[in-house]
């Protein structure tokens, strides 16, 4: 198992600019969710998803979009990057919610410039 | 909703000497509670979990932690520090609603000195 996979690794953008972040995981997890990582603040938590096809908001969700096609997978967009939102992002998924932890992957590191 | 309170950002330690790392959580059911480590330029891992079973709970490496109802605690120990302990830790909270389940606190920053 690969578990949680995240692409790319590093990221730079210009203002303006849009792109997609790719997460995957194999585990057939039901729910997947995004963070992102600002130092002092925890993870906050920007979308998530309960299954193929159903995805909501989280705390941080502004500039950001997300859609669920599969089980195995859960894209992040940023529409038109600022320089807010530079920080560490990451994928999870879990088998359901409550009592049950999630996985993580590695993490992308955006900056935005 | 549910929120959590790491009580210190950073917490220096010398090698072999006893770890505390505390964490208040605030849930409106019955919560689960988790222990996340992340080690610098690392993704998170997880260190244990409490979902109601022993309020004593073991983890890896050495760790355990102690859910306390009547605290609304949840502190995370470990009896003799190792360098490679050195990370941040993370605690969350986690309950059976729908929705915007698994909230993280802050984070504490462990450091050990030799």
């Known amino acids: 198992n690969a578990g949680v996979t995240q692409t790319p690794k590093f990221q730079v953008l210009k203002t303006g600019q849009s792109m997609t972040l790719q997460c995957a995981q194999d585990?057939?997890?039901?729910?997947m969710s995004w963070y992102r990582q600002d130092p002092g603040m925890g993870l906050r938590l920007i979308h998530y998803?309960?299954?193929?096809?159903?995805?909501d908001q989280g705390e941080v969700p502004n500039g950001y979009n997300v859609s669920r096609s599969t089980t195995e997978d859960f894209p992040l967009r940023l529409l038109s990057a600022a320089p807010s939102q530079t920080s560490v992002y990451f994928c999870?998924?879990?088998?359901?919610?409550?009592?049950?932890?999630?996985?993580f992957g590695p993490g992308t590191r955006l900056t935005v410039t | 909703a549910q929120s959590v309170t790491q009580l210190d950002s950073h917490v220096s330690v010398s090698e072999g000497t006893p770890v505390l790392l505390r964490c208040n959580y605030s849930?409106?059911?019955?919560?689960?509670l988790f222990w996340y480590v992340q080690h610098p330029n690392k993704g998170l891992q997880l260190l244990l979990k409490?979902?109601?079973?022993?309020?004593l709970v073991k983890g890896i490496n050495g760790f355990e932690a102690e859910f306390k109802k009547s605290e609304t605690s949840f502190h995370l120990t470990k009896p003799s520090a190792h360098m490679s302990d050195a990370a941040e830790y993370f605690c969350?909270?986690?309950?059976?609603?729908?929705?915007?389940?698994?909230?993280f606190g802050p984070g504490t920053r462990l450091s050990v000195l030799p």
């Open positions: 999870a998924s879990s088998y359901s919610l409550g009592i049950y932890e999630q996985y």
């Open positions: 585990m057939n997890h039901e729910y």
């Open positions: 998803s309960v299954g193929a096809g159903i995805t």
């Open positions: 849930s409106s059911y019955s919560p689960s």
């Open positions: 409490y979902t109601s079973a022993a309020t």
């Open positions: 969350v909270v986690s309950d059976t609603s729908y929705g915007q389940n698994f909230v």
